[in-house]
Nanobody
Framework: QVQLVESGGGLVQAGGSLRLSCVVS??????????MNWHREAPGKDRELVASISRSGSGTKYADSVKGRFTISRDNAENTLYLQMNNLDPEDTAVYYC?????????WGQGTQVTVSS
């Protein structure tokens, strides 16, 4: 059974930091074969791709809205994905989801809530 379990969300004041984790288990192939993404979904908005990381971790991409503030990373030995979020803004309030992608198949976690107060 494939499981992606996010953690690390919570309530933080504007300007603060959080580190999200996503522990992955049960994938049909080795974790290192999968590109990994973080998405977020705010109330009343479409799900948004926030950050992506390549299989080896050498390549990363970010949405313009988080560039310079968020850092995606992965530990292939621990089957874990991270998202370091600094200088958080109330606009970052959303449920954050991790995704494991090996086209055409993708797997999703259940999400972790991040709330940033002003």
């Amino acid at each position: 059974q494939v499981q992606l379990v996010e953690s690390g969300g919570g309530l933080v004041q504007a300007g603060g930091s959080l580190r999200l984790s996503c522990v992955v288990s049960g994938l049909p192939w080795n974790y290192s074969y999968y590109d990994m993404n973080w998405h977020r979904e705010a109330p009343g908005k479409d799900r948004e791709l926030v950050a992506s990381i390549s299989r080896s971790g050498s390549g990363t991409k970010y949405a313009d809205s988080v560039k310079g503030r968020f850092t995606i990373s992965r530990d292939n030995a621990e089957n874990t994905l991270y998202l370091q979020m600094n200088n958080l803004d109330p606009e970052d309030t959303a449920v954050y989801y991790c995704q494991a992608l090996l086209p055409p198949i993708s797997y999703w976690g259940q999400g972790t809530q991040v709330t940033v107060s002003s």
